[in-house]
């Protein structure tokens, strides 16, 4: 019996070692993320063909690093309290980015903020009574501003979240309960 069991240990043993045995071979499910990364050399038999659609080019990789990388996602996690430009950037390495505000009288589509002068919705209970709790919860306004990324005859589309604040002093009556 103790024979069997040492047997049957060196045999996993190998067999282990033969399934971990290294080839050149990369594995075909891997697709590198830098285009040039790709192997072109057809002679090389360590090369496996990879769909080329698959890989993602250097211009579209260009309009993902202007969209991560430019700065216009600077204001999207907090309250705007200001007039002014957010100062989006229109172009990034090559990439020219356009903006369209759907509430431009709030955003403009150059990216200048012009608080408004009445909340967005009050905050009261469904009785109409206002409630400590819910006090500036509903005030600001939500302003979606559509991005397009052009580079090189590509096109990348985004959206970005803005939250204004309205002007100090509004009056919040249209919500009645």
Same mark, same amino acid.
């Given at each position: 019996?103790?024979?069997?069991?040492?047997?049957?240990?060196?045999?996993?043993?190998?067999?282990? &070692?033969?399934?971990?045995?290294?080839?050149?071979?990369?594995?075909?499910?891997?697709?590198?993320? *830098?285009?040039?990364?790709? +192997?072109?050399? !057809? @002679?090389?038999? $360590? #090369?496996?063909? $990879?769909? +080329?659609?698959?890989?993602?080019?250097?211009?579209?990789?260009?309009?993902?690093?202007?969209?991560?990388?430019?700065?216009?996602? !600077?204001?999207?996690?907090?309250?705007?309290?200001? /007039?002014?430009?957010?100062?989006? +950037? @229109?172009?990034?390495?090559? #990439?020219?980015?356009?903006?369209?505000?759907?509430?431009? *009288?709030?955003?403009?589509?150059?990216?200048?903020?012009?608080? +408004? =002068?009445?909340?967005?919705?009050? !905050?009261? /209970?469904?009785?109409? &009574?206002?409630?400590?709790?819910?006090?500036?919860?509903? /005030?600001?306004?939500?302003?979606?501003? *559509?991005?397009?990324?052009?580079?090189?005859?590509?096109?990348? @589309?985004?959206?970005?979240?803005?939250? #204004?604040?309205?002007?100090?002093?509004? @009056?919040? =009556?249209?919500?009645?309960?």
């Amino acid at each position: 019996m103790r024979k069997l069991i040492t047997f049957m240990f060196i045999m996993l043993v190998l067999f282990s &070692l033969i399934a971990c045995k290294s080839d050149k071979t990369p594995d075909p499910s891997i697709i590198p993320t *830098d285009p040039t990364q790709v +192997p072109t050399d !057809s @002679t090389d038999p $360590t #090369v496996v063909p $990879t769909d +080329p659609t698959l890989v993602p080019d250097s211009a579209f990789l260009r309009l993902i690093q202007a969209e991560d990388l430019s700065g216009m996602k !600077s204001h999207m996690n907090s309250v705007i309290r200001f /007039d002014g430009s957010l100062n989006l +950037p @229109t172009e990034y390495q090559g #990439v020219v980015i356009t903006y369209v505000s759907r509430v431009p *009288d709030i955003i403009s589509h150059d990216g200048i903020v012009t608080r +408004p =002068n009445e909340c967005w919705i009050e !905050s009261r /209970d469904q009785q109409g &009574l206002s409630r400590a709790e819910f006090e500036g919860l509903n /005030d600001n306004w939500p302003i979606v501003v *559509d991005v397009i990324l052009e580079y090189q005859g590509q096109r990348r @589309t985004a959206k970005l979240l803005f939250v #204004v604040a309205p002007r100090d002093g509004y @009056t919040c =009556n249209k919500y009645l309960g």
